[in-house]
Each structure stands twice: as structure tokens, then as C-alpha cells.
């Protein structure tokens, strides 16, 4: 019985090393200054509606339609979706055949009726009628992708992989046919399977442009449906260089540490960028921060920065996805959904 307990104890022991160990190797930037200023607006997020539901069923959120709001799941084709009176969440499954690894990276877009579902890693493209559940699946006639979007009821936008020099790249393709348009310089190529600038891409059917943002590094690009570079831009925080340190393991690649993430969703309506920071600004009280989620918003047209606001986390749960559509904002926290008027 002692024998048992020295061998519990050196476990736990061990275990708190480790932990203490972790801990001294991860850097906290927000224990510091951060070399930068938000400026916050004076017109304050207002709370319009919220719904609760089970935490294990909706994962994101997907598109809006007449005030409807739509949410993926965990299994591609099922979704859930409010009323425009947000009193509760309904559920529509779309009868999809088993495709293996289509789940979990897929991507969805909702353009009522139809709802576009990209499969990154079985390279598909499915395209469903919501109100006939009628669908089609196709090949997407690129590469294995991280990221995608549909920007028509025609073409989607993807960053997929250059297999022999591990680049990830934006393409453009077509849901019924194989057409496939290549960019030409909008990514550093820096053959670490995109890791460095690993990100966010978003469309804005507004102004007919995407925006890309850095997870690692201040960096933003906008480009238009045709893969043109219109302007690189960065966010307000001075992280210029990327954090993330790939490395090479065998055949794969893979981040040496955790590396610190400098924003953490993104959302674009009306010609503006919406992003979430991980990052404190000097004139910021560090209780506000931990407390709400902060939000900066720019200009879409020249990537200019036009003022920040707080929306107020819920008893710390996980943020899981965030989408601003007008003037509504709708954040999936776990076991949560609100909606803000801004």
C-alpha cells in the first residue's frame, strides 16, 4: 500500500513539474504591454436575444436568411436555425450519403435555399436545396484544403496545398465543373504547410471582396473573386512577425511550441472587418479585457482601422464561432447563442 501511494505521489509530483514547466516555457503577452491603443466607440453593444441549448450539437455558425440564423452541427448537411424572433432552434438534415473523412474539416455557407458544404479533406463540393433537400456532389478538382468559401451560387474559394513544395495556396474553382484559377503571389511561400500564416478567410458579398487574417501575426489581405491582390493591411497590434515555428517531422510538419495567437475570429458584413483580439492594449483595464471580448473593426475598402467595442463574455464559456450580418452580431458561445444589435 505505501509502495502504491510514493508511486501516486511521484506521479502527481511529476505531473506539477510538468505543468510548472509548461507554464515557464509559454510566453503570457497580455502580462505586458503590447506596444498599441484601441480606440473604443462611445455607441456600446446592445444584448437583443438569447437561446440556450445542448452544447454537443451546434458547432458554428454558417449563414443568415431573413432574420434566420443558421448553425452547423458536427455532421455535415445537419443543421439547426432560429426563427427570426429568435425564440428557439429548429433542426433541417439534408439526407447526404456516409462520405468518409467529409467530417470534421467541411466548410458551410448558406444562401437560401441552397447550402454549399466543402469537404477540405475528401476534396468535394455538395451543393443542397434546403427546401427539396435535393442535392448534388461533385469533385472540387483541387487539392486537399484548411480553408473555404462559397462566394456564388457558381465558385468557391479554397486554401488548398502544393503538394511538392507543401505551400499553401488560394484557389478558385466551380461547383459544376473543373476549372480550377491558381493564385499568383498573394502567399509567402515559405514550404511549412501553412502553419506561419495559418488564418481566417471570409467573403463580404457587399463589396465582392475576401479578406484573409493572420491567427499569429497582425497581417491582413484582401483580394478580389478573381485572386487580385488589392491591399495588404495589418490590425492594430504590433505583431509583425508570426509566432509559429514549424518544423519538419519525418513527412509531416508541425508546430516546435504553441505558438500565441494574436486574433481569434473573424466576420465581414457591409464593407467592414470585424476581428476578435487576443491581445490587450496598453490604455485597456486588464479586467475588461478578461472579462468581455473585444472586438476592432475596420474598413474593408482600404483595411483602415475605425474603432473597437466590448461585448460581454458569459461566465467565461468558450467562444465557438461569431458572425456579424448587418447591424446584428451573433456569438456561439458553449451552450449559448446571443444576439447583439451593434
Known sequence: MKKRLVIISGLVAGALILLLTLNATIEHPNEHRNGFARNFLRKDAVKVAAINYPADNVTSICGEADGSIYFDSKQPGELFFTDKNFTGLKNITIPLPSIKYLAPLFFTTI???????????????????????????????????????????????????????????????????????????LSEKLNDAGF?????????????????????????????????????????????????????????????????????FISVSNGLLYVISKLKADNEDGQAFEYNSVIDKYS???????????????????????????????????????????
Request: include cysteine.
Open 196 to 264: 506561419t500564416h495559418d488564418g481566417m478567410l471570409d467573403y463580404d458579398k457587399g463589396t465582392h471582396r475576401l479578406i484573409y487574417v493572420d491567427f499569429y501575426s497582425n497581417h491582413i489581405t484582401c483580394f478580389d473573386t478573381n485572386l487580385n491582390l488589392l491591399y495588404r493591411a495589418t490590425t492594430i497590434d504590433t505583431t509583425n512577425l508570426s509566432n509559429a515555428k514549424p518544423g519538419k517531422k519525418g513527412t509531416s510538419v508541425t508546430n516546435s511550441k504553441p505558438p500565441i495567437m494574436a486574433n481569434y
Open 111 to 185: 444562401e437560401y435555399p441552397n447550402i454549399y458544404i466543402l469537404g477540405g479533406n475528401v476534396r468535394k463540393s455538395i451543393v443542397a436545396d434546403l427546401r427539396t433537400q435535393e442535392f448534388k456532389i461533385h469533385d472540387t478538382h483541387t487539392t486537399s484544403f484548411n480553408k473555404g468559401v462559397s462566394i456564388s451560387g457558381n465558385s468557391f474559394i479554397v486554401r488548398d496545398i502544393d503538394t511538392p513544395t507543401l505551400n499553401l495556396l488560394f484557389s478558385k474553382a466551380n461547383y459544376d465543373n473543373d476549372n480550377v484559377q491558381r493564385e499568383n503571389n
Open 300 to 342: 474593408i475598402t482600404d483595411g483602415s482601422y475605425r474603432g473597437s467595442f466590448y461585448l460581454l463574455s458569459v461566465n467565461k464559456n468558450k467562444l465557438k464561432s461569431f458572425k456579424v450580418f448587418n447591424n446584428t452580431c451573433v456569438i456561439l458561445y458553449e451552450g449559448q447563442v446571443i444576439k447583439y444589435r451593434i
